[in-house]
């Protein structure tokens, strides 16, 4: 074994960039280049594009549809269950409340497990979806539109016969097709008014 | 013009905006990812490939990447795995530049390559964090702030890995020479 003579930190550093000093072929940036232009004229690039576009449109509608169309909550009673004296043969709602009925009329108390599928529902009614004030500006929106006071024309930057596809034509009293249900009052066949 | 026109106008001008950037980027940055992807794979076709794909897809993302120094740290981290990866898939195929290629050398040049093949030996021996910071600090000369930029770690931390990194390398070299 022969005597080895110290490797400095300068030598190895020198021995490691000369190991390392190779260039890339002269057409690599050539071929790069290609293969960037290919990237994004293939039809996966478009797609993607495509794909983020239709994302951001389906989240632009899905807001405009939970701001504008969908009707607000309204405050409903909240069912309860009670006795109803005379002799009702059935009632036109369902089984489960029927059967409460049925039950409070005879004097029994319901079931422990018999739950009424309408708890749920009295829940939910107080839970508030729309804003009372974004409501009325919603509303004050649409009626600004149907009115002609506002005019999201420029917004929507449509041209004159596209816009007038878009206009909103106002209901008209006549157009109201006459009520087919008897006004409420007097007892009829099917039940006492409540 | 109408307004659409102008829109679409604009959209074309970033884009070319964006192209020319990015041609400065790989004009400045080709060599640097090549060396990287080389440093894994010693293989200079395999490496050609691998900086391309990272082009590529530095490319996809260069919105986010116009910074220069922030677009050369993406790129080396991503050359880097991209050529791990092409390393493990490919082990039995990628044929080592330096394997079989002493035939018809001179004596120097034979004793040059053995050299070389030892040190890439003692760098591939090294930890992947320890070895990045040598190779980095290899290609185009980088300091340690520039690695550490590269990196995105702190400067104490890459004159740590490079000091350990050092040591490994000298005690791995000079047990090879010694034992030849």
Redesign the interface.
């Known amino acids: 074994?022969?005597e080895?003579e110290?490797?400095t930190?300068a030598a190895?550093?020198r021995?490691?960039?000369?190991?390392?000093s190779?260039?890339?072929?002269p057409e690599?940036?050539a071929?790069?280049?290609q293969?960037?232009r290919l990237?994004?004229h293939s039809p996966s690039?478009h797609w993607g594009a495509f794909g983020a576009v239709g994302a951001i449109a389906a989240v632009a509608l899905t807001a405009l549809y939970a701001a504008v169309v969908r009707p607000t909550p309204r405050p409903s009673s909240s069912l309860v269950a009670r006795s109803i004296s005379g002799a009702i043969p059935t009632l036109p709602i369902g089984p489960g409340i029927v059967r409460i009925a049925e039950n409070a009329a005879i004097g029994k108390s319901p079931a422990p497990t018999a739950r009424p599928f309408y708890s749920h529902a009295s829940r939910m009614d107080t839970a508030v979806l729309v804003d009372e004030r974004e409501a009325r500006a919603i509303r004050e929106l649409i009626s600004g539109v149907v009115n002609g006071r506002i005019d999201l024309a420029p917004l929507l930057?449509v041209s004159a016969s596209e816009r007038a596809f878009l206009d909103v034509i106002p209901i008209r009293e006549s157009d109201a097709p006459p009520n087919p249900w008897p006004s409420p009052g007097g007892t009829t066949e099917t039940g006492v008014p409540q | 013009m109408s307004?659409r026109a102008v829109i679409l106008s604009d959209v074309f001008a970033v884009d070319a905006d964006l192209d020319a950037e990015?041609?400065i980027r790989?004009?400045e940055s080709?060599?640097l990812a090549?060396?990287v992807a080389?440093?894994v794979l010693r293989h200079?076709e395999d490496?050609?490939d691998v900086?391309?794909d990272a082009?590529?897809k530095a490319?996809?993302n260069f919105r986010q990447l116009r910074d220069r120094d922030r677009f050369r740290a993406w790129l080396v981290r991503l050359t880097w795995r991209l050529a791990l990866d092409r390393r493990r898939s490919d082990v039995r195929r990628i044929a080592r530049e330096l394997d079989g290629a002493n035939a018809g050398m001179s004596a120097h040049a034979a004793g040059a390559q053995e050299?070389?093949y030892s040190?890439?030996e003692a760098?591939d021996a090294l930890p992947e964090k320890l070895r990045l910071v040598?190779?980095l600090?290899?290609?185009e000369?980088h300091n340690v702030t520039e690695i550490a930029q590269l990196l995105g770690v702190a400067v104490g931390t890459v004159k740590s890995r490079m000091n350990t990194a050092?040591r490994r390398?000298?005690e791995h070299?000079?047990c090879a020479?010694?034992?030849r």
């Open positions: 074994m022969r080895v110290p490797l930190d190895l550093d021995e490691i960039a000369d190991a390392l190779i260039d890339p072929s690599f940036a071929r790069v280049r293969r960037v990237e994004r690039w930057n | 307004e990015f041609e790989l004009r080709s060599t090549f060396r080389y440093s200079r490496a050609e900086a391309q082009f590529a490319y996809g050299r070389s040190l890439w760098i040598v190779v600090s290899g290609i000369g050092r390398l000298r070299l000079q020479k010694s034992n």
